[in-house]
């Protein structure tokens, strides 16, 4: 049988190999615009009739004893309306947990489906806004997956504050485990040459009877073609109930039409 990590070298050589093939007359110009790496997923629509796909690897420290290895993760972005996309989302996950002994879980990460709908656009300090709304059904490993349906909203802004500096943020509320969950991101992007940013990020979560969780993360970006997007981000903790420390890195494919 194939492994994950097999499966991932697939899956970037094919994003690679695909994005080199000879766009259709049709293709859009402008720069691919990805939900990943960060967490303050901004405003950013698919186009009509384009289909994206971002994907990559995740590890995760919370503790002394648990590490999480997610790979690979997924997100599908199909624009049916000019505003309007649909999303669907998924990962492997492999958790290690050390405690004197190692022992792995495996398995499939929930499904989610959901869509991002634009709500307006930029106008003087007016940010650009959408709303993101998922669905996490019961479907996965039963380590992974929820009890029930959970759903999340987000509202992502973003304000060009120069030509080269972006302001991105976003508020959202939800349920994981069946309690709910209010969110938070918000990153300043510069841009140093035409295909290289970098981000600087911080965001968190608190769940109903818990200790808020902040962290700050530090990414960078680069366009290796219009269409065709590398990314690679580190973070850690900013205060004891967050996860000690992540890594992140993929690609952002926005296929030809």
């Known amino acids: 049988m194939i492994g994950n990590k097999t499966r991932v070298l697939l899956l970037l050589s094919f994003l690679v190999s695909a994005a080199m093939l000879p766009a259709h007359a049709q293709q859009e110009r402008e720069d691919i615009n990805a939900d990943r790496p960060d967490r303050s997923q901004g405003p950013g629509i698919v186009s009509r009739g384009f289909v994206q796909l971002e994907a990559g690897y995740n590890y995760q420290k919370l503790n002394d004893a648990i590490r999480t290895h997610a790979y690979p993760t997924a997100l599908l972005r ?12 998924g990962a492997i996950k ?4 050390e405690n004197g002994t190692s022992r792995r879980i495996k398995g499939w990460g929930p499904l989610s489906v959901g869509t991002k709908v634009k709500l307006w656009k930029e106008s003087g300090w007016r940010p650009e806004a959408a709303l993101s709304a ?13 009890d029930n349906a959970e759903p999340q909203f987000s ?14 943020y976003n508020l959202g509320y939800g349920w994981t485990g069946g309690n709910p969950e209010f969110s938070y991101g918000a990153n300043i992007t510069r841009q140093f040459i035409d295909r290289l940013s970098l981000y600087l990020e911080v965001f968190g979560d608190k769940g109903r009877g818990e200790p808020a969780e902040h962290q700050a993360d530090l990414g960078l970006l680069f366009l290796l073609l219009p269409n065709l997007q590398f990314d690679l981000a580190a973070g850690r903790r900013l205060n004891k109930a967050a996860p000690r420390r992540f890594v992140t890195t993929g690609l952002a494919f926005r296929f030809p039409r």
Do not use: H, Y
């Open 155 to 168: 509202l992502g802004f973003s304000n060009a504050i120069s030509e080269k500096l972006d302001l991105t």
């Open 94 to 97: 492999d958790s290690v947990i």
């Open 78 to 89: 199909i624009g049916l309306l000019e505003g309007v996309e649909l999303r669907l989302q």
């Open 134 to 146: 998922m669905l996490a059904l019961p479907l996965g490993s039963d380590v992974f997956k929820p």
